[in-house]
C-alpha cells in the first residue's frame, strides 16, 4: 500500500494528530472565550450536528434486525457496560499506586465505560463475514459516568438530552422523509462526524497547551499504550473463550462479532460525552487521551487479525456442517 492510499484509508488518525500538533502551535484560536468560540459552537452546536448526523444515517430496519439477535446482544452490552468498566476500574486500584498520570488513569476509566463504535466494529465484523449484532444506548452510558463526575447530575442528563437524543430523534424523523434522496446520494455521513469530531479534539487540546500548569510525562504516555493494547487483546481472547464454548450457543459468525462488538469504544461517542461530562475539568484533554490511543489501537489490531479470525470462522463453519450432515447408510 503506497503513502497515497494509506493517508487515504486512515486520514482521520492522521488528522487527529495533525489538529493536536496545530493546538499545540496556537492554542489561543480554539481556547475557551476565543475566536473560535468553542463553549458555544464546540459544546452545542457541533455535539449536536455529530448525533443529528447520526440520527440521519442510522437505518431503523437494521437497528431492529439487529434488536433480533438478543442473546447476542445482551451478551454484548453486559460485556462492554457492566464487565468492561468493572474490571478496569480493580485494576486501576492497583495501578493508582505507581507513578502514572492520575488524569491518564482516569481517562482508562472512561474507556472502559465507551460502548462500542458502529463504524469500526461492523466494518471489522463484515470483512470477516459475521453478523453485526449491537446497539448502544447512549443514555445509559452518560449515567455511568455522571455518577463520576463532579458535575451535577441534573446538568449533565439536561445537557445531554439536548446535545445528543433530541438530534438524534431529529435525525431519524428527517430520515423518514428523505430516505429515497438518502439511500440514492449516499451522503459520507461517517467523514462528516469525523471532520466535526477533528475540530473537538482540536479545541480540547488548545485549552490544554494554553494551561501551562498541565504536564504529561512520556514514562505514564509510553505505559498507557502499553496497558491500551494489552487489554485489548486480553479481552478479545477472553470474548472467543466465552463465545466459542460448547453451551454458549454463538455460532462462529456471532463470535467474530462479540469479540470485536464487545472489545472496540467508540471516539465519535466518547470524545462529546467527554466534553459534556467533564466540562470545567482543565484536564479533560488528559482524559480523553487513553480513548484517542484506544481508537488507532482498536482499528490497528483488528485489521491484524482480521485474516486470522476469518480464517478460523471458514474452518469453523466447514466444521459443523459436516457434523450436522446425515450419515451415509452402511450397506450389509
Given at each position: 500500500?503506497?503513502?497515497?492510499?494509506?493517508?487515504?484509508?486512515?486520514?482521520?488518525?492522521?488528522?487527529?494528530?495533525?489538529?493536536?500538533?496545530?493546538?499545540?502551535?496556537?492554542?489561543?484560536?480554539?481556547?475557551?472565550?476565543?475566536?473560535?468560540?468553542?463553549?458555544?459552537?464546540?459544546?452545542?452546536?457541533?455535539?449536536?450536528?455529530?448525533?443529528?448526523?447520526?440520527?440521519?444515517?442510522?437505518?431503523?430496519?437494521?437497528?431492529?434486525?439487529?434488536?433480533?439477535?438478543?442473546?447476542?446482544?445482551?451478551?454484548?452490552?453486559?460485556?462492554?457496560?457492566?464487565?468492561?468498566?468493572?474490571?478496569?476500574?480493580?485494576?486501576?486500584?492497583?495501578?493508582?499506586?505507581?507513578?502514572?498520570?492520575?488524569?491518564?488513569?482516569?481517562?482508562?476509566?472512561?474507556?472502559?465505560?465507551?460502548?462500542?463504535?458502529?463504524?469500526s466494529a461492523v466494518i471489522l465484523t463484515k470483512a470477516v463475514g459475521g453478523n453485526e449484532g449491537i446497539v448502544?444506548?447512549?443514555?445509559?452510558?452518560?449515567?455511568?459516568?455522571?455518577?463520576?463526575?463532579?458535575?451535577?447530575?441534573?446538568?449533565?442528563?439536561?445537557?445531554?438530552?439536548?446535545?445528543?437524543?433530541?438530534?438524534?430523534?431529529?435525525?431519524?424523523?428527517?430520515?423518514?422523509?428523505?430516505?429515497?434522496?438518502?439511500?440514492?446520494?449516499?451522503?459520507?455521513?461517517?467523514?462528516?462526524?469525523?471532520?466535526?469530531?477533528?475540530?473537538?479534539?482540536?479545541?480540547?487540546?488548545?485549552?490544554?497547551?494554553?494551561?501551562?500548569?498541565?504536564?504529561?510525562?512520556?514514562?505514564?504516555?509510553?505505559?498507557?499504550?502499553?496497558?491500551?493494547?494489552?487489554?485489548?487483546?486480553?479481552?478479545?481472547?477472553?470474548?472467543?473463550?466465552?463465545?466459542?464454548?460448547?453451551?454458549?450457543?454463538?455460532?462462529?459468525?456471532?463470535?467474530?462479532?462479540?469479540?470485536?462488538?464487545?472489545?472496540?469504544?467508540?471516539?465519535?461517542?466518547?470524545?462529546?460525552?467527554?466534553?459534556?461530562?467533564?466540562?470545567?475539568?482543565?484536564?479533560?484533554?488528559?482524559?480523553?487521551?487513553?480513548?484517542?490511543?484506544?481508537?488507532?489501537?482498536?482499528?490497528l489490531l483488528g485489521s491484524l487479525l482480521v485474516p486470522t479470525i476469518k480464517s478460523w470462522m471458514v474452518s469453523?463453519?466447514?466444521?459443523?456442517?459436516?457434523?450436522?450432515?446425515?450419515?451415509?447408510?452402511?450397506?450389509?
Open positions: 500500500m503506497g503513502p497515497l492510499e494509506r493517508l487515504r484509508k486512515d486520514w482521520f488518525i492522521f488528522g487527529i494528530v495533525l489538529v493536536i500538533a496545530v493546538a499545540r502551535l496556537e492554542p489561543a484560536v480554539g481556547v475557551k472565550g476565543g475566536p473560535l468560540k468553542p463553549e458555544i459552537t464546540i459544546t452545542y452546536i457541533a455535539v449536536s450536528a455529530i448525533f443529528f448526523n447520526s440520527g440521519l444515517s442510522l437505518k431503523t430496519e437494521e437497528l431492529t434486525s439487529a434488536l433480533m439477535h438478543v442473546k447476542l446482544h445482551l451478551f454484548v452490552q453486559i460485556f462492554t457496560l457492566v464487565f468492561f468498566p468493572t474490571a478496569i476500574w480493580l485494576f486501576l486500584q492497583l495501578l493508582s499506586i505507581t507513578p502514572i498520570n492520575e488524569w491518564l488513569l482516569k481517562g482508562l476509566q472512561t474507556v472502559g465505560c465507551m460502548p462500542p463504535p458502529v463504524s448502544i444506548t447512549p443514555l445509559l452510558l452518560l449515567l455511568f459516568l455522571g455518577s463520576s463526575s463532579s458535575v451535577p447530575f441534573t446538568s449533565i442528563f439536561s445537557q445531554l438530552f439536548m446535545t445528543v437524543v433530541v438530534p438524534l430523534i431529529i435525525g431519524q424523523i428527517v430520515r423518514r422523509y428523505i430516505k429515497d434522496w438518502l439511500e440514492r446520494k449516499k451522503p459520507p455521513f461517517g467523514a462528516i462526524s469525523s471532520c466535526v469530531l477533528l475540530m473537538i479534539i482540536y479545541t480540547t487540546f488548545c485549552d490544554t497547551f494554553a494551561n501551562p500548569n498541565i504536564d504529561l510525562d512520556k514514562f505514564s504516555l509510553i505505559i498507557i499504550v502499553f496497558i491500551i493494547f494489552s487489554v485489548q487483546m486480553s479481552f478479545m481472547f477472553l470474548t472467543f473463550l466465552f463465545s466459542t464454548r460448547n453451551n454458549s450457543g454463538f455460532t462462529p459468525a456471532d463470535t467474530v462479532a462479540v469479540i470485536f462488538c464487545s472489545t472496540h469504544k467508540s471516539l465519535t461517542l466518547g470524545i462529546p460525552m467527554l466534553k459534556i461530562v467533564f466540562a470545567g475539568y482543565e484536564h479533560l484533554s488528559l482524559i480523553s487521551v487513553p480513548l484517542l490511543i484506544y481508537h488507532p489501537a482498536q482499528i469453523r463453519q466447514k466444521a459443523l456442517k459436516l457434523t450436522r450432515q446425515p450419515k451415509a447408510p452402511v450397506k450389509v
